[in-house]
């Protein structure tokens, strides 16, 4: 007598953020607390800004994969609640910084604070913040942690100079892409994750595994951020749709279409990204083009890989309610649409 052997289904994790929420809203009071205080001075235009941008609603994932980390390797000290303050500021700095850089007139749905504060208090507050981050860092005592986030901030630094000097440019590789991406968003990502592990007195294979959770994350982040930009609106992203087009920015699903566009297809491409196609019906004619050579499918797909890879760092820890969050939040990093 033989019998079939009928496999049970599989269950597959649900891609949702608010297990990583819940599993940190305890320690982000603690954080928003070192963030309130820290950001005060007695100049009150330094306040008013950074409270400008910091209360506009981001979901302060990096510092919560602070908070996570320290769950799934069983800290319970309180040393991270400072330092994932300080990763906040260092990427509230950026922020203040990029938005001058790149000009934009949104962020999280409000206007930019340059275009309200101006540039020079803008770039002049990100500096602010920068040195608060350090004093926290400082703080905490720890030579390692120091040399994590020190690090990070130069990678970044060096990341959006490597974009600058690659926007406009049609040439510019898949390769390279993700070299910019690695470094202006992945570092962060990855340094939140490990300092995590360095301030629990973890292994060297428990501080690596956390740092490519991160860092894999951070990747797939950037990568459904470009697709969203030919594949949302303002409303849902808060920022304005197309800022990527305009800007000439080599993301990835331009640099797909191109690559897998005609002669015709590729001569729009190149005068578009040099800045002379850049109206609202040049927009949507390069939407239709990305569409066509599912540019935005394929950059979610790869998306995809990325946040499986992070996903995948995580197996060396015990199965808990923290890994059960932090894969969620993986895989609502590639489902989202905001």
Same mark, same amino acid.
């Given at each position: 007598?033989?019998?079939?052997?009928?496999?049970?289904?599989?269950?597959?994790?649900?891609?949702? !953020?608010?297990?990583?929420?819940?599993?940190?809203?305890?320690?982000?009071?603690?954080?928003?607390?070192?963030?309130?205080?820290?950001?005060?001075?007695?100049?009150?235009?330094?306040?008013?800004?950074?409270?400008?941008?910091?209360?506009?609603?981001?979901?302060?994932?990096?510092?919560?994969?602070?908070?996570?980390?320290?769950?799934?390797?069983?800290?319970?000290?309180?040393?991270?609640?400072?330092?994932?303050?300080? @990763?906040?500021?260092?990427?509230?700095?950026?922020?203040?910084?990029?938005?001058?850089?790149?000009?934009?007139?949104?962020?999280?749905?409000?206007?930019?604070?340059?275009?309200?504060?101006?540039?020079?208090?803008?770039?002049?507050?990100?500096?602010?913040?920068?040195?608060?981050?350090?004093?926290?860092?400082?703080?905490?005592?720890?030579?390692?942690?120091?040399? !994590?986030?020190?690090?990070?901030?130069?990678?970044?630094?060096?990341?959006?100079?490597?974009?600058?000097?690659?926007?406009?440019?049609?040439?510019?590789?898949?390769?390279?892409?993700?070299?910019?991406?690695?470094?202006?968003?992945?570092?962060?990502?990855?340094?939140?994750?490990?300092?995590?592990?360095?301030?629990?007195?973890?292994?060297?294979?428990?501080?690596?595994?956390?740092?490519?959770?991160?860092?894999?994350?951070?990747?797939?982040?950037?990568? @459904?951020?470009?697709?969203?930009?030919?594949?949302?609106?303002?409303?849902?992203?808060?920022?304005?749709?197309?800022?990527?087009?305009?800007?000439?920015?080599?993301?990835?699903?331009?640099?797909?279409?191109?690559?897998?566009?005609?002669?015709?297809?590729?001569?729009?491409?190149?005068?578009?990204?040099?800045?002379?196609?850049?109206?609202?019906?040049?927009?949507?004619?390069?939407?239709?083009?990305?569409?066509?050579?599912?540019?935005?499918?394929?950059?979610?797909?790869?998306?995809?890989?990325?946040?499986?890879?992070?996903?995948?760092?995580?197996? !060396?820890?015990?199965?808990?309610?923290?890994?059960?969050?932090?894969?969620?939040?993986?895989?609502?990093?590639?489902?989202?649409?905001?």
């Amino acid at each position: 007598m033989t019998a079939d052997v009928v496999p049970l289904p599989r269950k597959e994790p649900e891609a949702s !953020i608010e297990p990583m929420l819940a599993l940190t809203a305890p320690g982000m009071n603690q954080v928003n607390q070192v963030i309130l205080d820290r950001m005060q001075s007695e100049v009150p235009l330094i306040p008013a800004l950074a409270g400008h941008l910091i209360s506009g609603g981001g979901k302060r994932l990096r510092p919560m994969l602070t908070l996570a980390g320290a769950e799934v390797v069983g800290y319970n000290g309180a040393r991270h609640y400072k330092l994932a303050a300080a @990763v906040e500021f260092i990427h509230t700095a950026t922020l203040l910084h990029d938005d001058v850089v790149d000009g934009s007139d949104l962020r999280r749905g409000k206007a930019a604070a340059n275009i309200i504060f101006g540039n020079p208090a803008t770039v002049l507050v990100g500096d602010f913040l920068f040195s608060r981050a350090f004093e926290l860092m400082v703080e905490d005592g720890s030579l390692k942690v120091l040399k !994590i986030l020190s690090s990070a901030s130069a990678i970044i630094a060096e990341g959006e100079v490597d974009q600058l000097t690659a926007q406009r440019k049609i040439d510019t590789s898949e390769q390279r892409y993700l070299h910019i991406i690695r470094a202006k968003t992945a570092a962060l990502f990855a340094a939140a994750s490990r300092i995590a592990a360095v301030v629990a007195e973890c292994s060297e294979e428990q501080e690596q595994a956390l740092d490519e959770y991160g860092r894999n994350l951070g990747v797939a982040f950037q990568l @459904v951020d470009d697709a969203l930009d030919y594949d949302s609106n303002a409303a849902t992203m808060g920022k304005d749709r197309g800022d990527d087009f305009r800007e000439g920015k080599m993301t990835l699903p331009v640099i797909l279409a191109y690559a897998r566009g005609d002669e015709e297809e590729r001569t729009f491409w190149k005068a578009a990204i040099a800045g002379h196609r850049t109206s609202d019906e040049d927009l949507d004619h390069a939407i239709r083009l990305i569409d066509r050579h599912n540019a935005v499918a394929d950059t979610r797909a790869r998306a995809r890989h990325f946040a499986q890879r992070a996903i995948d760092a995580l197996s !060396i820890f015990p199965d808990s309610r923290a890994r059960q969050a932090m894969t969620q939040a993986a895989l609502f990093a590639v489902a989202r649409g905001y």
